[in-house]
C-alpha cells in the first residue's frame, strides 16, 4: 500500500530564514516521489521530483528535497525564505516509477506562511 | 512540459443541475486525470480519462455521477451530475505522456453548489 504523511498542517517562519516542510511515505514499490506547490487561487505546479537517480533532488525557486529511504523520508528544504513562497506544499508519491501509468497518491499539504 | 487548461475556471450553480468541464492540454498526452480537492482538504483521484473507451474509476466515484469523455489524446471532459452542495470543491485535470513520470495539472475549477 501506499501513502504519504505530511507531518505539520501549517508551518510559519520569517522571511530570511531556512524552511523545513517535512514527508514520510509509505509504498510497497521503490517509489517516485515530487512535492507540488499550490498558490491561492492557482494551480499545481511542480517543484521538483525524485525517480531514483541521486537522493538530493534541487527542484525551482531554490527548493531541494533529499530521499532518505532507511527513513522513509522526502523532507523539502529551502535555506531562506521568501515572501512569495507563501503557499500550500504537498508532497506527492507514485507507484509505478517511469510508468506513464502510475497514479499519484497526496499528502494531507502544509500551509507555509512566511512573516516578514 | 505539457500546458493544461480548464473551462470554466469557476462556477456557481444550483441544486440538482449539472456542470461540464473542460481541459485542454497543448500536447498529446498519453494518461488523463481528473481530481477533487474539497475545501481544505488534499487532491483525491476522480478517475483516468482513458482514450475512446470508458474511464477508469477510483472506489468511491462512479460514472453516472461523474461521467467523462475523452474523445482524443489532447481534450478531456467531466461533468458532474445532479449536484449537491457537498459537490463544492475544486476539480482539477492533469496529464502525462509518453514514458514520463511527471503529472502536470491545470489550474482548477471552483465549483460552488448552491
Known amino acids: 500500500a501506499q501513502s504519504v504523511t505530511q507531518l505539520d498542517s501549517h508551518v510559519s517562519v520569517s522571511e530570511g530564514t531556512p524552511v523545513l516542510l517535512r514527508c514520510n511515505y509509505s509504498?510497497?514499490?521503490?517509489?517516485?516521489l515530487f512535492w507540488y506547490v499550490q498558490h491561492p487561487n492557482k494551480g499545481l505546479q511542480l517543484l521538483l521530483k525524485?525517480?531514483?537517480?541521486?537522493?538530493l533532488v534541487k527542484g525551482i525557486n531554490g527548493f531541494e528535497a533529499e530521499f532518505k529511504k532507511s527513513e522513509t523520508s522526502f523532507h523539502l528544504t529551502k535555506p531562506s525564505a521568501h515572501m512569495s513562497d507563501a503557499a500550500e506544499y504537498f508532497c506527492?508519491?507514485?507507484?509505478?516509477?517511469?510508468?506513464?501509468?502510475?497514479?499519484?497518491?497526496f499528502g494531507r499539504g502544509t500551509q507555509l506562511t512566511v512573516w516578514p | 512540459s505539457a500546458v493544461i487548461s480548464q473551462k470554466p475556471s469557476r462556477d456557481i450553480c444550483q441544486r440538482g443541475t449539472s456542470l461540464t468541464i473542460q481541459c485542454q492540454v497543448d500536447?498529446?498526452?498519453?494518461?488523463m486525470f481528473w481530481y477533487r480537492q474539497q475545501p481544505g482538504q488534499s487532491l483525491t483521484l476522480i478517475a483516468t480519462?482513458?482514450?475512446?473507451?470508458?474511464?477508469?474509476?477510483e472506489s468511491g466515484f462512479v460514472i453516472d455521477k461523474f461521467p467523462i469523455s475523452r474523445p482524443n489524446l489532447t481534450f478531456s471532459t467531466l461533468t458532474v451530475s445532479n449536484m449537491s452542495p457537498e459537490d463544492s470543491s475544486i476539480y482539477l485535470c492533469?496529464?502525462?505522456?509518453?514514458?514520463?513520470?511527471?503529472?502536470?495539472f491545470g489550474p482548477g475549477t471552483r465549483l460552488t453548489v448552491l
Open positions: 492533469s496529464g502525462s505522456g509518453q514514458g514520463a513520470d511527471t503529472q502536470y
Open positions: 525524485y525517480t531514483s537517480a541521486a537522493t
Open positions: 509504498s510497497s514499490y521503490s517509489p517516485s
Open positions: 506527492v508519491v507514485s507507484v509505478d516509477r517511469g510508468s506513464t501509468l502510475g497514479r499519484l497518491y
Open positions: 500536447s498529446q498526452v498519453t494518461m
Open positions: 480519462a482513458n482514450q475512446g473507451s470508458e474511464a477508469t474509476y
